[in-house]
């Protein structure tokens, strides 16, 4: 026993050396910060955020002006198509089909007498006791007898049509959103028709306007799979996908977006109209890959920094060329060798903003250089005092 003790005492002691070396490494005593590469899965996404709203959303107001005087539906009343859910007072419309009525039947009856004095004269012209002139004055006279007919005949049709208007009925089938009268007070419909109910079809299912900026609408596609939440349910999250990608530009202060319409089944009805949604698009999803951290592929070292600095490739006027926000696939990252870092050549994939897929050059367990610990402290002390002297202590 006596005679493995000091071999014991020296394989404890290695192994006191090994992780003393390791922790010494990991912990920057070699200048420099790193992480390893590892695997797992990944997913690139595309941020916005959009409002939901209905499928379909009917606005229903009114053609004709008069004071409310029954209302049939309220907030959240579910209606059904040709449903009565307002009443306009209809006395004045009602006077006016009246009188309409009036017209027509004077009209009719002059009808009538011109085709009596057409009928009379005629049969005297035909006898040699009426000249050609008063035959032509009484066939003009019954023809405009005929169109006065058709003249209040039509004025009694917009009357009848007016009073008819007066009952306000639901479009379609759904749920009123909003109610934007009460009973009592006056709709006028003279420039534009007012709104007096919003009624959605169906909330099981509502759309998502979702304003995509321009250097993402390129990789946003319909049937691409959305994740988003909604401030309500801040721990759930909720699916759906993109049915549309809307061409006509949205410009606000210079900023480009493009209305991207992603299908939500909201069969629980949890969500609302008007909600804002936080949505992330799915634009592709890989598992089980070799991916390292973002900030490997920012670090260079100050001499290769100097050494690779870029050409400006700004035009004349100053515009930004095409395809500068294009990600290479060829990137150079370092791997702590021996204490230093050694350049490696890898190729990229998919990235989700902080790690990034390697498709070639790395393998599982490499350790790349992520920053250097004299930039770290060099950044983090405090600047100097640009007024310069001695600072005094106060008690």
């Known amino acids: 026993?006596?005679?493995?003790?000091?071999?014991?005492?020296?394989?404890?002691?290695?192994?006191?050396?090994?992780?003393?070396?390791?922790?010494?490494?990991?912990?920057?005593?070699?200048?420099y910060l790193t992480a390893n590469v590892t695997r797992g899965?990944?997913?690139?996404?595309?941020?916005?955020?959009?409002?939901?709203?209905?499928?379909?959303?009917?606005?229903?107001g009114s053609q004709v002006s008069g004071n409310i005087a029954k209302l049939f539906a309220d907030f959240n009343s579910e209606v059904k198509a040709g449903?009565?859910?307002?009443?306009?007072?209809?006395?004045?419309?009602?006077?006016?089909?009246?009188?309409?009525?009036?017209?027509?039947?004077?009209?009719?009856?002059?009808?009538?007498?011109?085709?009596?004095?057409?009928?009379r004269t005629q049969q005297l012209f035909n006898q040699k006791n009426s000249s050609q002139q008063?035959?032509?004055?009484?066939?003009?006279?019954?023809?405009?007898?005929?169109?006065?007919?058709?003249?209040?005949?039509?004025?009694?049709?917009?009357?009848?049509?007016?009073?008819d208007h007066c009952t306000i009925t639901s479009p379609i089938d759904g749920v009123v959103i909003s109610r934007n009268v009460d009973v009592g007070q006056t709709v006028a419909a003279s420039l534009q028709a007012p709104v007096i109910f919003q009624i959605a079809n169906d909330l099981s299912k509502m759309q998502i306007?979702?304003?995509?900026?321009?250097?993402?609408?390129?990789?946003?596609?319909?049937d691409q799979d959305v994740d988003f939440t909604v401030d309500a349910f801040p721990t759930r999250t909720f699916h759906g996908k993109v049915v549309q990608v809307r061409n006509a530009p949205i410009t606000v202060q210079n900023v480009v977006t493009y209305d991207t319409v992603i299908g939500v089944n909201?069969?629980?009805?949890?969500?609302?109209?008007?909600?804002?949604?936080?949505?992330?698009?799915?634009?592709?999803?890989?598992?089980?890959?070799?991916?390292?951290k973002n900030a490997a592929l920012r670090y260079r070292p100050p001499d290769a920094a100097t050494a690779e600095q870029p050409k400006s490739t700004s035009s004349p006027s100053g515009q930004r060329p095409t395809g500068a926000r294009e990600?290479?696939?060829?990137?150079?990252?370092?791997?702590?060798?021996?204490?230093?870092?050694?350049?490696?050549?890898?190729?990229?994939?998919?990235?989700?903003?902080?790690?990034?897929?390697?498709?070639?050059?790395?393998?599982?367990?490499?350790?790349?250089?992520?920053?250097?610990?004299s930039s770290l402290a060099a950044s983090s002390s405090p600047p100097a005092n640009p007024f310069g002297g001695q600072q005094r202590r106060f008690p």
């Open 134 to 163: 008063d035959l032509d004055t009484a066939n003009a006279n019954l023809h405009q007898a005929e169109a006065n007919v058709k003249i209040k005949q039509g004025a009694l049709d917009k009357a009848k049509a007016d009073l």
């Open 327 to 373: 990600r290479r696939p060829d990137r150079t990252v370092y791997v702590l060798s021996y204490g230093r870092p050694k350049p490696v050549q890898i190729k990229t994939g998919i990235s989700d903003g902080i790690m990034t897929e390697v498709t070639e050059g790395l393998k599982e367990g490499d350790r790349v250089v992520t920053a250097e610990l």
């Open 266 to 292: 909201n069969a629980d009805l949890k969500l609302k109209p008007g909600m804002t949604a936080n949505v992330s698009i799915i634009i592709a999803h890989k598992d089980n890959v070799v991916q390292l």
């Open 83 to 119: 449903q009565t859910v307002a009443q306009i007072d209809p006395m004045l419309f009602q006077a006016a089909v009246t009188q309409a009525e009036g017209d027509v039947a004077n009209a009719q009856a002059a009808l009538e007498l011109a085709k009596v004095n057409a009928t």
């Open 41 to 60: 899965p990944i997913t690139q996404l595309v941020t916005a955020t959009g409002t939901l709203n209905p499928v379909v959303n009917v606005q229903v």
């Open 209 to 222: 306007d979702s304003n995509v900026a321009e250097a993402d609408v390129g990789a946003v596609s319909v």
């Open 1 to 31: 026993m006596k005679r493995f003790l000091p071999i014991g005492v020296i394989i404890v002691a290695l192994l006191i050396i090994l992780f003393a070396v390791r922790r010494c490494t990991q912990s920057g005593v070699s200048g």
